[in-house]
Every structure is written in structure tokens, then in C-alpha cells.
């Protein structure tokens, strides 16, 4: 793999569209390196990835990892960022970034926060001052981090809120955006990416996506899912948004990381997913694994000599057996970051597989097999994994 330097700061090649589903295999070219496609994008700074250092992660062959704007801006400060060659300089991380817009973090972290045109309101958790995220503040600090992409501040509204409130978030996250792209100083050398909004009602979905895509911008996230909504509302909102997104640009699908889920937006056309639940889980003691998850903790693993997947090429499998973790558990916080290890591996050795199935042209194939191995017996099939799958074709048996 050799390093790509384009000279636009982002290029989608599409190498394969699988002929059943919606899923398709891409090499994005980005201005550190180019990801491919379908990629699974872990969280690599600040707390979530604790002890994981940058070399681990591009050993794991992790293409692009995320960076928290909300605590990057507050510590140590973009400041301090910009002076360390941004955020690649800081970290000494030499492939990609994606940054977030802070908002997410500001609604879901901090208690007292106010929405008004202007921004986001809120109080300073480290000394209580008043702190206004506009969409010009969130993407000057992005600019600061130096992020390949950058997310526009949208209004997030939990997507079990009906009723007006969606409506407004959607139409005021169009007009941020317009700041937004207004505001981006390095369009040259980091990418702005729209966010769908619209809760789960597809009108304001579909016009959402209508006034988004006549924006120039490089790529587009599909946001306000995977907040606790009902899956059956989840995917359709997936498989509408991916049915309008333009096909030359890359999309990324927010909050996702379950294998499953993962799984089964490929199918409905999504590129690139987040989400923090491999490395949280890992905290306490759940390994991933093809057949769902393992309980490092649990007892019946105290005498068990195998690594926890026997199949898994990662550091931890190829060292430690589970009866090691089990005993490391109970005394040093070293379990967490070998279980954590793996857990990034299996996320990302899961995307390569799926890329390979859909270069391949057995998608299909590979997601039967993959269910059977997931759940002990068809009637455990998730019953909305089996219609969205349904809908893009694929009988699971
Ligand atoms: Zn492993």
C-alpha cells in the first residue's frame, strides 16, 4: 500500500457494485492516504482508544480513523493543535482523519445546552463559562485540527422526537451547512461533509436529501439514526437515503458499528460507518466474535487455553489465551487494551471481508454465511435484518 497524494482532496473510484444488492467496493482517495470500502472508521482519540497508540492502529490497517472535536477544542485546544502541524502532527498518525462537528457531543455529553440559529449554546464542563458552537466556530476548529474530513455542525435532535422540532433541526441543519461550506478555509485540502437530517419521517428525509445534494460538497453522512429509534425505522431510512444520494460520492453512515448493522448497510449501499461500541464493549471484557461476543470475565473461561478466536489474526489472539485475559481482568487495566486490540481488528478484518465478498461478486454468499455463523439457528434471524435484506434481494435461508 503505498501512500496517495491527489491533488483534489477527495476521489470516490468505485472498483465493484455488487449486481443483487446496493453494495459497492470504493477506493476513496483522501489527502493522507486512500481508504478502501467499505471501512469501519474507530475512534482514535481522546479516552475511547485508550493506550492504543497510532502505530497499533496502522498495523491493525486502520486507513482512517475519527478525532473528537468537541474535546480536542476543549483540551488541549486548537491552538496548540494548529502549532503541532494539526491534528496528524499532534497524534503522529500519517493516514487519515475524520473529524466531527462537536455538536453531537455538546447535545449527548453536556446538560445545559441551548439551540438557537446562531449555535449551540452550552456551559464549559471544565469552568462553567458560557461557550457558543456556531457553525463558522466548529469548522474553525476543525480547520485547526487539520482533519481529511470534517463534518458540518448539524441540529441533532434524538430520533425518538416527533412532531416540529425535526422539521426545524432539518431545515436549520441546511442553512448551517451553507455556513459551513462558507466558512472552510482549506476546501483545497480538507473535505466538508453534508449530514442528512430528518428524523424518521421520510418526507423530511426526501427534502432533506433534495436541498443537500444541490450543494458542491464532497461527500455526504447520513445522521439522527441510531439513537434508539425501532430498527424497522432505522434501515428504511438508510435504504431511502442511499436510493437519493448521488453515487459518485462517498457515504457515511453515523453511529453504526454493530456487525449486523454493518452487514446489512453495506447491502443497502452505505461506505463508511463509526461507532464507539467495539472499544467501549472491550472496556468490559466483551470480545467480538463471528458467533456474537465473548465474556472474557466469565468463569468458564478462567482454565481456557484457546485465544479468543482461534481464526482471529490479531495481536491478542496470536499471544494471549482467554484464561490469561480472564486472570488480567481482575488486576490490570492492560485486559482492556489487549481486548480493545481485537475488537478493532475484528471490525476491521469484518470490512475487508465484506470488500472482498462484494470485488468478488458473492455478496449474497457471504452475508447468508455470515448470519448463519452469527445466530445459532435461522428463526434467531433479526427479523428486520431479514426485510431490509429482503428488499435488496438477498432470501436468507
Ligand atoms: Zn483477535
Given at each position: ?28 482517495a ?6 478502501s ?19 497499533q ?8 480513523c ?11 485546544g ?8 494539526g ?13 466531527d462537528?462537536?455538536?453531537f ?28 458552537l ?15 474530513i ?16 425535526v ?12 455556513r459551513?461550506i ?17 428524523g ?18 464532497p ?25 437519493y ?11 453504526v ?84 486490540i ?5 471490525q ?16 449474497p ?5 455470515f ?27
Open positions: 500500500m503505498a501512500a496517495a497524494t491527489v491533488p483534489s482532496p477527495l476521489a470516490l473510484r468505485i472498483v465493484a457494485e455488487c449486481p443483487v444488492t446496493k453494495a459497492r467496493a470504493c477506493d476513496l483522501l489527502p493522507h492516504w486512500t481508504v470500502t467499505p471501512v469501519f472508521m474507530p475512534v482514535g482519540t481522546q479516552g475511547t482508544l485508550k493506550g492504543i497508540t497510532a502505530d492502529l496502522e498495523s491493525l490497517g486502520c486507513q482512517i475519527l478525532g473528537n472535536t468537541y474535546h480536542l477544542g476543549m483540551r488541549p486548537p491552538d496548540l493543535i494548529e502549532r503541532a502541524n491534528l496528524h502532527g499532534f497524534m503522529n498518525w500519517k493516514r487519515n482523519l475524520l473529524t462537528s462537536g455538536g457531543q455538546m447535545v449527548s455529553l453536556v446538560e445545559l445546552s441551548e439551540v438557537t440559529e446562531e449555535g449551540v449554546k452550552f456551559k464549559s464542563p471544565y469552568d462553567g463559562k458560557e461557550i457558543l456556531s457553525p463558522e466556530k466548529s469548522i474553525s476548529i476543525q480547520n485547526s485540527l487539520g482533519s481529511d470534517m463534518m458540518q455542525l448539524d441540529d441533532v435532535v434524538s430520533s425518538t422526537v416527533k412532531g416540529p422540532r422539521e426545524e433541526a432539518m431545515h436549520r441543519s441546511i442553512r448551517w451547512l451553507d459551513c462558507a466558512a472552510n478555509k482549506h476546501p483545497d485540502r480538507q473535505n466538508l461533509f453534508a449530514i442528512i437530517q430528518g424518521l419521517d421520510a418526507q423530511l428525509r426526501k427534502a432533506c436529501l433534495n436541498e443537500m445534494t444541490q450543494r458542491d460538497v461527500g455526504f453522512a447520513i445522521g439522527g439514526l441510531s439513537g434508539g429509534e425501532e430498527k424497522d425505522d432505522f434501515w428504511r431510512m438508510v435504504t431511502l437515503s442511499t436510493d444520494l448521488p453515487r459518485e460520492k462517498p457515504r457515511y453512515l453515523m453511529g458499528g454493530y456487525a449486523v448493522d454493518l452487514v446489512v448497510c453495506v447491502a443497502l449501499g452505505c461506505d463508511m460507518f463509526d461507532c464507539v461500541f467495539p472499544t467501549r464493549t472491550a472496556r468490559f471484557g466483551s470480545a467480538l466474535v463471528p458467533w456474537g461476543s465473548l465474556q472474557v470475565k466469565q468463569k468458564q473461561y478462567a482454565k481456557d487455553f484457546q485465544p479468543i478466536d482461534p481464526d482471529c489474526q490479531c495481536p491478542t489472539c496470536k499471544r494471549h489465551s482467554r484464561a490469561y485475559l480472564h486472570a488480567l481482568f481482575k488486576s490490570d487495566t492492560a485486559a482492556m487494551h489487549h481486548v480493545t481485537h475488537n478493532i481488528s475484528y476491521l478484518t469484518l470490512m475487508r471481508s465484506v470488500r472482498q465478498s462484494i470485488v468478488d461478486g458473492r455478496f454468499e457471504f452475508i447468508r454465511t448470519m448463519k455463523r452469527m445466530f445459532p439457528s435461522p428463526d434467531q434471524y433479526p427479523g428486520w435484518a431479514m426485510e431490509a435484506l429482503a428488499s435488496v434481494n438477498v432470501a436468507l435461508d
